[in-house]
């Protein structure tokens, strides 16, 4: 009994030393680098493209932060103002709470308009002759009445 099964162990050995034999041949030749060369190639452009797509779908989800440039800041180094002046054109701006603060500095209606904060009234007679200064030296121009009080024209 010993003999027939020993009999069949045979090519089941010698398929194994073929697949042995296979795999090494396999290793060593060049078209199984190849065939690596080539999956090693397309993980790398995988990999890729999934980082770029993610980097794309990231940026696209996030909201861009628009960096406005500061005219306000600009218009007042052009109108060569002391750094009083522009304490207090900022202070103005922060209490009228304009879209665009630089509108106060184009006439001096918008400044009067910006020091009553849109309400129509000057509540600090200080601040008033401070912008009343502020508005002679850059318009030449005395500070108008408020919007509200100016006299209508029919």
Same mark, same amino acid.
């Given at each position: 009994?010993?003999?027939?099964?020993? *009999?069949?162990?045979?090519?089941?050995?010698?398929? $194994? #030393? !073929? %697949?042995?034999?296979?795999?090494?041949? *396999?290793?060593?030749? #060049?078209?199984?680098?190849? #065939?690596? %060369?080539? &999956? +090693?190639?397309?993980?790398?452009?995988?990999?890729?493209?999934?980082?770029?797509?993610?980097?794309?779908?990231?940026?696209?989800?996030?909201?861009?932060?628009? =960096?406005?440039?500061?005219? &306000? =800041?600009?218009?007042?180094?052009?109108?060569?103002?002391?750094? !009083?002046? @522009?304490? +207090?054109? $900022?202070?103005?701006?922060? @209490?009228?709470?304009?879209? #665009?603060?630089?509108?106060?500095?184009?006439?001096?209606?918008?400044?009067?308009?910006?020091?009553?904060? *849109?309400? *129509?009234?000057?509540? !600090?007679?200080?601040?008033?002759?401070?912008? !009343?200064?502020?508005? %002679?030296? =850059?318009?030449?121009?005395?500070?108008?009445?408020?919007?509200?009080?100016?006299? $209508?024209?029919?």
């Amino acid at each position: 009994m010993n003999e027939p099964s020993r *009999g069949l162990a045979w090519p089941i050995l010698l398929a $194994q #030393e !073929d %697949q042995i034999e296979n795999l090494r041949r *396999g290793f060593t030749e #060049e078209v199984a680098s190849r #065939e690596l %060369q080539v &999956l +090693l190639l397309a993980a790398v452009a995988f990999s890729a493209l999934a980082f770029f797509l993610r980097r794309c779908l990231r940026r696209s989800r996030e909201p861009r932060r628009v =960096v406005r440039p500061d005219y &306000l =800041v600009h218009a007042a180094h052009l109108l060569a103002l002391t750094a !009083d002046e @522009r304490r +207090l054109v $900022q202070r103005l701006a922060a @209490r009228a709470r304009l879209a #665009e603060p630089v509108t106060m500095l184009l006439s001096p209606r918008n400044l009067a308009h910006a020091l009553s904060g *849109g309400s *129509g009234q000057h509540a !600090d007679p200080q601040l008033y002759g401070q912008v !009343d200064a502020l508005c %002679q030296r =850059v318009f030449h121009e005395p500070l108008p009445p408020p919007p509200d009080e100016s006299p $209508q024209v029919a």
